[in-house]
């Protein structure tokens, strides 16, 4: 199933199956309170962000070639950090470049797991159970703000507003079986800038749940950023940073395309 957040017609948001581009299958209640899918059809208008996350974790050096690519070694334990609420964008909304000192801004893809059961202390034989399915995610990072103006954190630079846009849909876990065999892939302005396989993550998905409930409530609708592949723009000869004006889209096999056009923020 492909589960999507969207504005009808007559203006309502609302959680539906998606049917086709321009139809979706209303949800009685929602994915993540036991919700059903019904009979009753609605036009989708806008398409949102999947999910309105309570959290926003995300796992940095989870690829072998990104950890080459930035000579910073294959990591003992997932390395977590946070993203902010507000930094969630909906799919085709502007990535908006802040105002703030040259904040050097950088796409990554990624496949970002969604949790449909709270998690607590689960076991990686038991994570699954606790994942209603996946999403496309594009970690977009303040390098400048990241490395040298952080404090030694990442949160202020990954953290800014509309730097985490997500979807365009949450394909339910059934229908990807093995989330380690998917190709992924960044396009700025039609010019393939990442393009790897999910087969080279260091910490596989199940280990990423199991680690980051450890302690730590997972509420339903929680995203999990799983990390991205070599390729970003910072390590690049020439750098690649995001400009104003263009259009930035992930693709991930089995989910889909998300794209956004960048923009100066007013």
């Known amino acids: 199933m492909r589960i999507i957040r969207f504005v009808d017609g007559a203006g309502q948001e609302r959680f539906g199956a998606q049917v086709d581009n321009t139809t979706a299958r ?4 929602t ?13 989708i208008g806008t398409l949102l962000a999947p999910c309105l996350p309570p959290t926003i974790f995300a796992i940095g050096l989870n690829y072998r070639r990104h950890a080459e690519e ?3 070694g294959i990591p003992e334990y997932p390395v977590i950090f946070l993203k902010a609420p507000g930094s969630l964008q909906h799919p085709g909304a502007p990535i908006r470049l802040p105002r703030v000192e040259p904040t050097e801004v950088d796409y990554e893809a990624e496949l970002t797991v969604v949790i449909g059961r709270t998690a607590k202390n689960v076991s990686r ?35 800014f507003d509309t730097f985490c846009p997500l979807g365009p849909a949450i394909v339910t876990k059934d229908e990807i079986p093995d ?14 800038l990442q393009d790897w396989t999910t087969d080279d993550m260091i910490f596989d998905v199940p280990s990423l749940v199991s680690f980051v409930s450890e302690g730590t409530t997972l509420l339903p609708g929680t995203v ?31 989910i889909g395309r998300l794209e956004n056009p960048v923009e100066n923020e007013a």
């Open 125 to 159: 034989n038991d994570a699954l159970a606790h994942v209603l399915g996946y999403t496309c995610a594009n970690d977009i990072s303040g390098r400048r703000w990241q490395i040298r103006r952080g404090g030694t954190q990442w949160c202020r630079g990954k953290s």
């Open 70 to 72: 930035v000579k910073a």
């Open 224 to 254: 999990i950023l799983t990390g991205t592949p070599h390729g970003v723009g910072f390590m690049r000869r020439p750098k690649r940073f995001l400009q104003a004006g263009d259009r930035v889209a992930i693709e991930i096999e089995k």
């Open 31 to 43: 994915p993540f309170d036991g919700g059903t899918v019904t009979d009753r059809t609605e036009t």
């Open 179 to 192: 989330p380690h065999a998917l190709r992924l892939r960044t396009i700025v302005n039609d010019e393939v």
């Open 26 to 29: 209303v949800f009685e209640g």
